[in-house]
């Protein structure tokens, strides 16, 4: 089963309008994290948001927002006002711990992808 | 400014040959990781190492072996090189917890 789901392969939006990229995941884990990840023509790996199962509020980086439903186990990312330079590929991703959780052992496990188009 | 440096950009290799990445970060980070990137397929994780010597396989582990003999460098080993392994090969540490997990440029790989 996928540990990571991003079910929009693609999504087209207006310059200036608020963009929902859709992320569900499963874990059996109580502790975990969400991460956002964005990765233009470039290739870097830019890393927009962070989002751990204990906390309490949903995570906001300027635009970015998180839109975390614990029960439901999807993490969305909302970009409010969207700009031509969000056009990117965007990755949701999952932390979990590895082995003895007393120590820092984790690993990060990646969706799909969604690729982002913004029409001017 | 925080780095991980990875040593090619692209390369180009022949089916069969002994093919090595190199990683190096500068931030004293203990875990490292080594992922491939194919369209529509994501970020697939091959190996991750949380210490020194340390190792751990990740989903896709078949045809590849690391070596991490310093905490700085972590090396992907293709032992011998086949044309599925064709990729962009991303390395990536952090130290853990709620730090977000920094790459390195990549490496496109050829196997012709």
């Known amino acids: 089963a996928q540990k990571i789901t991003q079910t929009q392969p693609g999504m087209f939006v207006q310059e200036k309008e608020a963009v929902t990229l859709d992320c569900t995941y499963d874990t059996s884990d109580q502790s975990y994290g969400l991460f956002w990840y964005k990765q233009p023509s470039s290739g870097e790996m830019i890393f927009l948001i962070y989002?751990?199962?204990?906390?309490?509020q949903n995570a906001t980086e300027g635009r970015y927002s998180l839109n975390f439903q614990k029960a439901r186990k999807s993490a969305n990312l909302v970009i409010s006002a969207s700009q031509l330079g969000d056009s990117a590929m965007y990755f949701c991703?999952?932390?979990?711990?590895?082995?003895?959780?007393?120590?820092?052992?984790?690993?990060?496990?990646f969706g799909t992808g969604t690729r982002l188009t913004i029409i001017p | 400014d925080v780095k991980v440096t990875q040593s090619s950009r692209y390369l180009v290799k022949r089916t069969g040959e002994k093919v090595f990445l190199e990683c190096v970060q500068d931030m004293d980070h203990e875990n490292m990781f080594w992922y491939r990137q194919d369209p529509g397929l994501g970020l697939r994780l091959i190996y991750f190492s949380y210490d020194v010597k340390m190792k751990e396989k990740g989903d896709i582990p078949e045809g590849y072996s690391v070596s991490r003999e310093k905490k700085e460098r972590f090396s992907l080993i293709l032992e011998s090189a086949s044309t599925n392994q064709t990729s962009m090969y991303l390395c990536?540490?952090?130290?853990?917890?709620?730090?977000?997990?920094?790459f390195g440029s990549g490496t496109r790989l050829t196997v012709v």
């Open positions: 991703a999952m932390r979990e711990r590895y082995g003895r959780a007393n120590f820092g052992n984790e690993k990060l496990t």
């Open positions: 990536a540490s952090t130290p853990g917890g709620r730090s977000g997990y920094t």
């Open positions: 989002q751990g199962s204990y906390d309490e």
